[in-house]
């Protein structure tokens, strides 16, 4: 079966799902863009830097949800193009949760994490499924098939990721900062001198056969990313 | 206690389930009269259903300006030249507003404050947005 064939499957043995080794939430509150700033450090307890993707929300049934890389719109003319932002960052021991508001009022923030192992790592980990009526696989949903998980050196700034799919396929990416640090895509600008556009989550772009990350700075050596069959 | 890397399923790890996807398009008219005053901006926008209560959003970004190239993020800025050779900054972002809909928008600024009044491109920007979203392990 080809990668296009495979893409349109609901799970594949093939190609490997997502395994979630790694999930945690909770709360904090922000006050206005006057004190706006808040810092959630959460022990992850891990034996390694995982990659997590953090879910967030003004709301407590997440009803509306964004992620590191978007926000709600902003109340306030020229303060930010987005309302509230996330930055991300992993070390050995904790996961921290950077928010900034520039909005006119304070919210209380409820966040998710969950998280992957890198590539570069495989050691034993406990489950994380629940025991009992929760199903891990329902053939309601369509499942993402991993293509490519890799963890790549820049070169001149720049880590490319060769997949070679012939499509736009989806993809997750982080940056690795020299001494190891974990950093989730988030709004931030990053430029890139060859004229393509500037882009608020570190510069993550994709053709038919590849995915550039522009790290802009020679202290993040690494990129690490899961590129997946689905489009 | 299981390695998760030797399974290609495995039901002891929760995993994400794609619920929804879908692709909308943004035309940023061309030639469009921005002063400088007031917003000091134009925007166009448009909004999509796509994915379930809690879901959440991924998306890619892609506009003539460099076709082919898809920006992965929920938003990002390009430059580009408009009348007289001014450069100008236009912002798109895919944002979600409720429950079931994402709202795309693409901003253009004049940032020359109290200066000229911008005029856009001469050619319409067509805006590609691609949108997926899947049900994270929690619910």
Do not use: C
């Not at chain 1, 709301?59 to 020229?78: E, H, N």
């Not at chain 1, 790549?152 to 640090?181: C, K, M, R």
């Not at chain 2, 972002?93 to 709202?103: G, H, Y």
């Amino acid at each position: 079966m080809t990668p296009e064939q495979a893409k349109n499957t609901l799970i594949n043995s093939d190609y490997p799902t997502d395994e979630v080794i790694y999930r945690t939430s909770g709360s904090g509150v922000i006050g206005n863009y006057t004190s706006g700033n808040l810092t959630i450090t959460i022990n992850h307890g891990l034996p390694f830097r995982p990659l997590p993707v953090v879910v967030w929300s003004t709301v407590a049934d997440f009803s509306i949800t964004y992620t590191s890389d978007s926000g709600p719109l902003p109340d306030r003319p020229f303060s930010n193009n987005i309302g509230l932002v996330l930055g991300t960052v992993t070390d050995s021991n904790t996961i921290k949760l950077n928010f900034v508001n520039f909005m006119s009022t304070g919210f209380t923030l409820y966040y998710r994490i969950f998280a992957f192992m890198p590539s570069n790592i495989d050691v034993d980990i406990a489950p994380t499924s629940s025991i009992g009526n929760n199903f891990i696989f329902n053939t309601d949903y369509r499942y993402s098939k991993l293509f490519i998980d890799a963890r790549v050196q820049s070169v001149g700034d720049v880590a490319v990721f060769d997949h070679n799919l012939g499509y736009i396929p989806q993809a997750l990416v982080w940056s690795e900062y020299n001494d190891g640090t974990i950093e989730t895509p988030g709004v931030t600008f990053n430029s890139d001198s060859s004229q393509l556009p500037l882009g608020w989550a570190a510069g993550y772009t994709m053709t038919t056969t590849q995915l550039r990350v522009n790290m802009a700075m020679s202290s993040y050596p690494y990129a690490h990313a899961r590129i997946y069959l689905d489009d | 206690m299981p390695f998760p890397k030797k399974f290609t399923l495995s039901s002891d790890f929760a995993t994400l389930s794609n619920d929804g996807n879908i692709t909308v398009q943004l035309i940023f008219p061309a030639s469009v009269s921005i002063p400088a005053s007031g917003s000091y901006s134009h925007t166009v926008q448009t909004t999509a259903t796509v994915g379930s209560l809690g879901a959440v959003t991924r998306a890619q970004i892609e506009t003539s300006v460099s076709p082919g190239l898809w920006f992965v993020g929920s938003g990002m800025q390009y430059v580009i030249t408009g009348g007289g050779g001014v450069a100008y900054q236009t912002v798109v972002q895919a944002t979600r507003i409720n429950s079931t809909q994402v709202t795309v928008t693409a901003t253009a600024y004049n940032s020359s404050f109290g200066g000229a009044t911008l005029v856009t491109s001469s050619t319409a920007q067509i805006i590609n947005v691609r949108l997926n979203t899947f049900i994270a392990p929690f619910i």
